[in-house]
């Protein structure tokens, strides 16, 4: 089929700004989507939980020979430490029968304090343990996606912890996954307490891998080694639970180190405290189960 | 006729191959890896692919799914909505209008130029996303991961190859 030549040049530039075009469009819908995303969480947020769905079973079933591996890996490693291991944990063992001694006097004391003053206590915690089948990688997102939703009885809101340790609060709750925000995202404010001084303060996160501690209360001073405990202010999260220890105080800014590394993390807990909290309130009590 | 239509879906199937192995991308950086401090540096893998196929096979990645790629990793990672949708698209840009300089070079050249316009596209995406906190946020692991993510790129690019060899080769 012959074409004029002034026909086809014409339509090769029209072409070019036809593309152009849509890559103009393209890049200022990215602008929009920013904006967007910034002004209306709630519609990102549902997005991000549609997709989450749909990539947790599917990381899920990826993530089985990857653990595999680390498995193996670790196993050998075991096995070259050994008899230093065996040695630490005999001597981890005495002391912790001492302390479950200890333990045990305490709580019978405690249970008769608790009677002659007819204290109420806390509701007991329910848990959902669950897998960690993603781990956002990047510089700037500290969440994690774990492989239980709603028709589990995850929640947005709870807390997650891992061997007795704070891990985080549960962000985003689809159907089949959730979205874990981790203690060093720039997103995470959580209420804490000094385990020994009873300050309270609240641990902000910046990106980085030692969170700040922020709005420390009494203008309490705040020494490095101290522990650092969730408060269960807001009533979503379980006081008491370990989140981190206190390793520098710097130009007046005191920064904690949590006891959970995020790599070690395989398996997690989340803990279904009864009470939703204030977040249920704020949401109006119209939103999921 | 059955052979023609056949044969269009066979084209057709391998056309989808650099889209297929975008979301390979992605699911993989997304895989618990366990490797102490290796989350916060990881590398962003899937500008080495757009970067690739920009150069190599730019029909097969246009500039709409590169968009809607970049829409699907913000939803799938957690970062701010639009960022890179934004730089994926900058990047696909750059890479598509120096693909006659690229093209027959040898391979350093090809990846000192993705070093080049992935450290562009990574300082625009701390900007965007220091933009949007309203702070600007720590600049030490964005680096370390542009310095990992230069490094990927000649594992993804000889993968990419491979595979652009074996099934693209006449479609």
């Given at each position: 089929?012959?074409?004029?030549?002034?026909?086809?040049?014409?339509?090769?530039?029209?072409?070019?700004?036809?593309?152009?075009?849509?890559?103009?469009?393209?890049?200022?819908?990215?602008?929009?989507?920013?904006?967007?995303?910034?002004?209306?969480?709630?519609?990102?947020?549902?997005?991000?939980?549609?997709?989450?769905?749909?990539?947790?079973?599917?990381?899920?079933?990826?993530?089985?020979?990857?653990?595999?591996?680390?498995?193996?890996?670790?196993?050998?490693?075991?096995?070259?430490?050994?008899?230093?291991?065996?040695?630490?944990?005999?001597?981890?063992?005495?002391?912790?029968?001492?302390?479950?001694?200890?333990?045990?006097?305490?709580?019978?004391?405690?249970?008769?304090?608790?009677?002659?003053?007819?204290?109420?206590?806390?509701?007991?915690?329910?848990?959902?343990?669950?897998?960690?089948?993603?781990?956002?990688?990047?510089?700037?997102?500290?969440?994690?996606?774990?492989?239980?939703?709603?028709?589990?009885?995850?929640?947005?809101?709870q807390a997650a912890v891992?061997?007795?340790?704070l891990?985080?609060r549960?962000?985003?709750?689809?159907?089949?996954?959730?979205?874990?925000?981790?203690?060093?995202?720039?997103?995470?404010?959580?209420?804490?307490?000094?385990?020994?001084?009873?300050?309270?303060?609240?641990?902000?996160?910046?990106?980085?891998?030692?969170?700040?501690?922020?709005?420390?209360?009494?203008?309490?001073?705040?020494?490095?080694?101290?522990?650092?405990?969730?408060?269960?202010?807001?009533?979503?999260f379980p006081?008491?639970?370990?989140?981190?220890?206190?390793?520098?105080?710097?130009?007046?800014?005191?920064?904690?180190?949590?006891?959970?590394?995020?790599?070690?993390?395989?398996?997690?807990?989340?803990v279904?405290?009864?009470?939703?909290?204030?977040?249920?309130?704020?949401?109006?009590?119209?939103?999921?189960? | 006729?059955?052979?023609?239509?056949?044969?269009?879906?066979?084209?057709?199937?391998?056309?989808?191959?650099?889209?297929?192995?975008?979301?390979?991308?992605?699911?993989?950086?997304?895989?618990?890896?366990?490797?102490?401090?290796?989350?916060?540096?990881?590398?962003?893998?899937?500008?080495?692919?757009?970067?690739?196929?920009?150069?190599?096979?730019?029909?097969?990645?246009?500039?709409?799914?590169?968009?809607?790629?970049?829409?699907?990793?913000?939803?799938?990672?957690?970062?701010?909505?639009?960022?890179?949708?934004?730089?994926?698209?900058?990047?696909?840009?750059?890479?598509?209008?120096?693909?006659?300089?690229?093209?027959?070079?040898?391979?350093?050249?090809?990846?000192?130029?993705?070093?080049?316009?992935?450290?562009?596209?990574?300082?625009?995406?701390?900007?965007?996303?220091?933009?949007?906190?309203?702070?600007?946020?720590?600049?030490?692991?964005?680096?370390?991961?542009?310095?990992?993510?230069?490094?990927?790129?000649?594992?993804?690019?000889?993968?990419?190859?491979?595979?652009?060899?074996?099934?693209?080769?006449?479609?």
């Amino acid at each position: 089929m012959k074409q004029h030549p002034v026909a086809v040049g014409r339509l090769t530039t029209l072409k070019l700004l036809a593309q152009r075009f849509t890559v103009a469009t393209l890049v200022v819908a990215s602008f929009a989507l920013m904006l967007w995303g910034k002004a209306d969480t709630m519609l990102s947020e549902s997005a991000r939980v549609a997709v989450s769905d749909v990539t947790a079973p599917i990381l899920n079933a990826m993530s089985q020979p990857a653990s595999t591996a680390a498995d193996l890996v670790s196993e050998v490693r075991e096995l070259a430490t050994l008899r230093g291991e065996n040695a630490r944990l005999s001597a981890e063992n005495q002391s912790l029968l001492h302390w479950q001694t200890m333990a045990r006097q305490l709580e019978v004391e405690n249970r008769l304090l608790k009677a002659q003053m007819n204290y109420v206590s806390d509701p007991d915690p329910s848990f959902i343990t669950t897998r960690v089948v993603g781990d956002m990688g990047g510089a700037y997102v500290h969440s994690m996606l774990v492989n239980a939703g709603a028709r589990d009885g995850v929640r947005k809101g709870q807390a997650a912890v891992t061997g007795e340790m704070l891990v985080g609060r549960v962000m985003e709750v689809g159907e089949r996954s959730a979205r874990i925000l981790l203690l060093t995202d720039i997103n995470s404010h959580l209420p804490v307490l000094m385990e020994n001084s009873r300050a309270k303060a609240i641990l902000i996160g910046d990106n980085s891998d030692r969170p700040r501690l922020s709005y420390i209360s009494q203008n309490a001073v705040v020494e490095p080694g101290e522990r650092v405990v969730t408060s269960g202010h807001g009533g979503a999260f379980p006081p008491g639970v370990p989140v981190g220890v206190v390793v520098s105080v710097h130009d007046g800014v005191a920064r904690v180190e949590p006891f959970v590394h995020r790599h070690r993390l395989e398996y997690v807990t989340i803990v279904d405290y009864g009470l939703a909290g204030i977040l249920q309130a704020e949401l109006g009590g119209g939103t999921t189960r | 006729m059955m052979g023609t239509l056949l044969q269009r879906l066979d084209v057709k199937i391998r056309h989808l191959l650099p889209i297929s192995l975008m979301i390979l991308l992605f699911l993989f950086d997304a895989i618990p890896k366990r490797l102490p401090y290796f989350t916060e540096i990881s590398p962003i893998l899937p500008l080495a692919g757009i970067y690739y196929w920009a150069i190599f096979r730019p029909d097969l990645l246009g500039a709409k799914s590169v968009f809607l790629l970049g829409v699907a990793y913000d939803l799938a990672m957690g970062t701010p909505l639009g960022v890179s949708s934004a730089i994926f698209l900058g990047l696909h840009g750059l890479g598509q209008s120096q693909r006659r300089f690229f093209y027959r070079k040898p391979f350093l050249m090809i990846w000192l130029g993705f070093s080049l316009m992935a450290f562009v596209a990574m300082l625009l995406q701390w900007a965007f996303i220091s933009l949007i906190y309203g702070r600007a946020l720590p600049t030490e692991a964005a680096a370390f991961s542009y310095l990992m993510t230069i490094s990927a790129y000649p594992v993804v690019s000889w993968f990419f190859a491979r595979l652009q060899l074996v099934l693209l080769k006449n479609a």
